[in-house]
């Protein structure tokens, strides 16, 4: 595995939706009761075919081509969740006044621990900063509160998602200074 994050492309997402998946079903564990942690997977451990086709999703693969991590950011209003545009819209966001939105982090319980995701994210505020963007933020679900806390994002409020299914998936909103 190099580690090293690529732009996704259209012929990735199948491989994407098992990162997803396997990710949320393993890591959110943890953190979500059983009802909450099935819905996690069914409803936010989706693929957003938007950020894939504006160049702004990212994966790591292992040496065997499997997607060990992946994860984006966004120029579009729409701060999480699917493929449907029900959480969100898709009007691009000014870049001098509206932070950039970090969307779908994922990391496989087998690469887990190893940076992976910290790499993803780096080169998404990266990406972003070169657009304009000064200000980073995302709406992080439970497992994923402890990496971004360790890059520099502070928390903003305690969200609840409320998914399709209606189960609420507590989450935290974050924002970083890209400066």
Not at 114 to 131: F, M, N, S, V, Y
């Amino acid at each position: 595995m190099t580690g090293i994050p690529r732009r996704a492309s259209a012929s990735d997402r199948d491989a994407i939706e098992r990162c997803m998946k396997s990710s949320a079903r393993a890591l959110g564990r943890p953190f979500y009761d059983d009802r909450q942690n099935e819905s996690f997977v069914a409803h936010v451990a989706v693929v957003d075919d938007q950020l894939v086709a504006d160049g702004t999703y990212f994966v790591v693969e292992a040496e065997s081509g499997a997607v060990v991590a992946c994860g984006g950011w966004s120029r579009r209003d729409k701060l999480f969740t699917g493929n449907d545009g029900a959480a969100g819209g898709g009007r691009l966001l000014d870049p001098s006044h509206e932070p950039a939105r970090v969307r779908a982090m994922f990391v496989a319980p087998e690469a887990a621990r190893r940076g992976l995701g910290r790499r993803i994210l780096e080169t998404c505020e990266g990406d972003a900063r070169r657009e304009g963007f000064v200000t980073g933020e995302l709406m992080a679900t439970l497992p994923g509160v402890p990496l971004y806390r360790a890059c520099g994002y502070e928390d903003v409020e305690p969200f609840d998602v409320v998914l399709p299914d209606g189960v609420k998936l507590p989450c935290i909103r974050m924002r970083k200074s890209l400066g």
